[in-house]
């Protein structure tokens, strides 16, 4: 009978090579493990051993170890770790060991003998083909606390993704996988990759600052700025060398500040290799209905430079995508350019690891990536019912030239006190947005109106929007070392943002100066954070955490043009406010196979000076000078698990939201800015994934959410009424990915996969009815994607072949809708889900 077993192991098992462990003879070496945590001492064996070691994270839960020093054979070395913990060894392979306590000898198991031929009184598993039967479910390692925990245990809602799983079978963006998770959602405002907006939990994109936070490793990536442009771009570094993806759900502000107000998403990378050098590429092929050629190649180099003490891997990528959405003239109606959107991108970058001592290291790294976006994929519709005006995929944007250059440096430093670990991180972060888009259809009838020209006169409105942001980050932190009593964590916090952002509008014919304005910001905060962790009983911890934070925004607004008020040179009002945000949690075990969980938390986005607009007739002040911070609590209780054994194992979480004085745009004459909402938001709903392992090489997952995200009253601002849903967030979503991986024979093995995607649509604006509203309410389309993948894999070389959106589904993802200034006239576009796409990954690693 199939039998199935929950493990922890304590290597690098994704990064499986032809490495030769010590295990597998008795030579000596010296080994130098000092007197830690367990579970500490066990990694850092198992790094310098290559030896593959399983156990139960509970079982290891406040055991230390007197250490190890000296020279050992490997067995040796590891059985003086375990001295005195009443645990002991069992083989599972050449170079494999489970850990298992005395009282399992019971159950069938047979203890190591260490004597001389150790080798020879050598007994595993007394049912032979019980063992051969047997599933290892790895149970996955997180740090979305800032400390290393099985995700089973950390008291919130997280997914955790190796993104090789995705980049082998054709989805290559975070927006692919972020329609794989449930609380999250990708809002593609404009079709391309790492632009649009990351939302979670009903935290919806209202108004310009993030409402979720992307971190790469402990640099975060994102602005603080409602003037750095972060609303309409992220970083998308799916294609690095990165060893998994944490999309954390709720509000982070204790651990990470302004903007996770909705969640983060943090890229881990890979450490650079110390002792032995690996290697990998990929190179991507497919072809787009109704668009073209598309290319990716990727690689990762990591080499030791000095053993054991200073290691550095280097990272790249190129990709071409051919686009679909073809560009015509809008007064014939005849194509211009075929596959316009079309995009070419790049990436480089360094890690350097320096291994100081046993109790100190140094890790710096640097990242480079640049895109070019030839037009956007908006697609000219013309009415409520979507009916597409000048046919299928084809769009009048004619200045829709884009790029976007981003670059990071950090370094990190770690030193471990041996009761906590010191870490401090400083983190430069750069991103350049170079944009020209057409806005004639929005404001060529004011612009005739205020010149008293007749209506069709002004025939082109080009609008340059370039937007620069530096960043500067220190965050030092002390975290203690794992304890079944007390464990906390405090840091400091301090970040400074420069952003440049200018915007030009001159219609043509007569070259009128319709508007111009240029806003340099500088954001300061300083925040201490910390939390505390209790064991009230060895089952049973509360967690208390707060953060608090002095923020700082200066504007200064240089404008002119009718649209702007005219011409004016003014340093606006300063935004200056102090925050708190508070994490409280209680965990309960009841056993190794369950957590429930209760968690209450709140966010926040930063005040901010606003964007000035002007009645153009009257000069009458119409938006906010000072943006206020918005702020959210959020309520969640949950439950992670796994039945039989982990034959089926799954993740609830039930959560409900208070979002006050959110932030949200507005629009006055055409001229988008910001406001506060009067009132709020509610927010409710619930996530549940559900994975069955019924077969070693055989899993299928499933995950649904449901959001629920409502205007508590009328705002008339924002045109909304009470009870209207929040725009862009879909109400339900759900997914099935299922893999098996077989054996073809001796050398070969097979896979087959696949998954379905599904995302209700959702409305695309507030809409109360009042005639001087310009928003018009056309829904997004739902839909349902399917995707296969098949491959085969030859030591470390693999072929999968693809197909995305197999059955070629037509939708509109997203819907962007106003009317024309003055008149009844609809002015929409909307974004289309990426057609069938077929292809196929070659990838090696060494």
């Known amino acids: 009978m199939l039998r199935l077993k929950t493990t922890t192991a304590v290597i690098a098992l994704m990064a499986l090579t032809a490495t030769t462990a010590y295990a597998q003879d008795d030579k ?29 994270q509970k079982q290891l ?9 000296g020279q050992f054979d490997s067995l040796s070395a590891l059985k003086k770790l375990l001295a005195g913990t009443n645990l002991t060894l069992y083989q599972v392979d050449d170079s494999t060991y489970a850990i298992r306590t005395e009282s399992e000898l019971k159950n069938g198991f047979q203890k190591i003998s260490y004597g001389e031929n150790y080798q020879d009184n050598l007994e595993v598993l007394e049912d032979d083909e019980a063992a051969d039967d047997e599933v290892d479910i790895d149970e996955i390692m997180v740090t979305a606390s800032r400390r290393e925990q099985a995700l089973q245990d950390v008291p919130a809602s ?65 602005s603080n700025s409602s003037f750095g442009g972060g609303s309409r771009i992220f970083f998308d570094g799916l294609l690095g060398d990165l060893e998994r993806i944490e999309l954390i759900k709720g509000p982070q502000g204790t651990l990470y500040g302004a903007t996770a107000i909705g969640g983060a998403v943090r890229y881990i990378t890979k450490k650079p290799a110390l002792e032995e ?53 809008p007064a014939t109606g005849l194509v211009i350019k075929e596959n316009a959107d079309s995009s070419e991108s790049y990436g480089i970058s360094g890690d350097i690891l320096i291994q100081a001592s046993e109790r100190l290291d140094f890790r710096i790294k640097a990242m480079r990536q640049k895109v070019k976006y030839n037009g956007t994929s908006l697609v000219r519709i013309d009415n409520a019912n979507k009916d597409e005006r000048y ?26 006190f041996d009761w906590a670990t010191f870490t401090a991180t400083s983190s430069y972060v750069k991103y350049e947005i170079g944009a020209i888009t057409d806005i004639t259809a929005n404001v060529s009838g004011i612009i005739d109106l205020i010149l008293g020209n007749p209506p069709g006169t002004t025939t082109s409105v080009p609008f340059s929007s370039p937007t620069e942001s530096e960043k500067y980050v220190q965050e030092v932190r002390l ?65 208390v955490g707060m953060r608090y934070a002095d923020t700082k925004m200066d504007l200064k607004f240089i404008t002119d043009g009718p649209f702007a008020g005219g011409p004016s040179n003014q340093t606006l009002p300063t935004a200056d406010v102090n925050i708190q945000t508070y994490l409280f949690t209680a965990r309960y075990r009841p056993n190794e196979d369950t957590s429930l969980y209760a968690r209450i938390a709140s966010g926040y986005r930063p005040a901010s000076a606003n964007l000035t607009v002007f009645n153009p007739f009257t000069r009458e002040l119409l938006s906010q000078e000072i943006l206020e911070q918005d702020n959210l609590w959020s309520y969640e209780v949950g439950a992670k698990g796994n ?204």
């Open 28 to 56: 000596s070496f010296s080994v130098n493990i000092k007197a830690q945590n367990l579970t500490k001492a066990l990694r850092e064996f198992s790094d310098k051993t290559h030896m593959q070691l399983i156990y139960s």
């Open 643 to 846: 039945l039989s054994d982990g034959l089926f194992t799954y993740d609830l979480a039930l959560w409900y939201l208070d979002w006050s004085n959110f932030q949200a745009p507005v629009s006055f004459f055409g001229v988008g800015t910001a406001a506060n909402a009067k009132d709020g938001i509610t927010a409710k709903g619930f996530e549940g994934s559900f994975t069955l392992n019924p077969a070693n090489g055989f899993t299928i997952t499933s995950t649904v959410a449901y959001t629920n995200s409502t205007l508590n009253e009328d705002e008339v601002d924002l045109n909304g009424l009470k009870g209207q849903f929040i725009p862009t967030m879909p109400k339900w979503t759900a997914t099935t990915r299922a893999n098996y991986e077989f054996d073809i024979s001796s050398d070969l093995i097979g896979n087959i996969g696949g998954g379905f995607r599904y995302v209700q649509g959702s409305p695309s604006a507030f809409n109360d009815g009042d005639v001087g509203d310009t928003f018009v309410n056309i829904p997004s389309d739902s839909y349902v994607l399917a995707d296969v993948s098949v491959g085969i894999q030859m030591e470390n070389v693999n072929l999968n072949l693809f197909v995305t959106n197999l059955f070629n589904k037509e939708a509109f993802a997203n819907i962007q809708a106003t009317l024309i200034p003055g008149s009844t006239l609809l002015n929409a576009t909307g974004t289309p889900v990426m057609p069938r796409t077929i292809g196929a990954v070659l990838s090696f690693d060494f």
């Open 158 to 222: 997280i997914t955790s993704v190796n993104p090789v799983e995705f980049t082998t079978t054709g989805l290559t963006s975070l927006g692919d996988i972020i329609e794989y998770t449930p609380g999250f959602h990708i809002d593609r405002n404009n079709g391309q990759s790492g632009r649009g907006s990351i939302t979670a939990r009903g935290v919806g994109q209202q108004g310009f600052t993030p409402v979720v936070a992307v971190y790469v490793d402990d640099t975060p990536m994102t």
């Open 61 to 69: 839960e406040g055991l230390k170890t007197s250490g190890a020093s």
């Open 391 to 416: 046919g299928k995929l084809r769009g009048d944007d004619q200045f829709s030239i884009q790029d976007t250059r981003q670059t990071f440096v950090s370094g990190t430093l770690n030193y471990d």
């Open 277 to 329: 050098m690996r290697g990998g590429g990929k190179v991507n092929l497919s072809d787009t209905k109704d668009g073209g050629f598309n290319q990716i190649y990727s690689g990762y180099l990591s080499v030791p430079i000095v053993e054991d003490k200073i290691g550095v891997t280097l990272s790249g990528f190129y990709e071409d995508n051919s686009g679909l959405v073809d560009r015509v003239n």
């Open 479 to 543: 975290t203690s070392a794992d304890s079944d009593s007390f464990e906390w964590i405090l840091g400091l916090y301090y970040a400074d943002e420069s952003t440049i952002q200018d915007q030009l509008a001159i219609s043509s014919p007569g070259d009128f100066l319709a508007f111009q304005a240029s806003f340099p910001s500088e954001y300061t905060e300083y925040a201490a954070f910390g939390n505390l962790t209790y064991y009230i009983t060895p089952e049973f911890d509360v967690t």
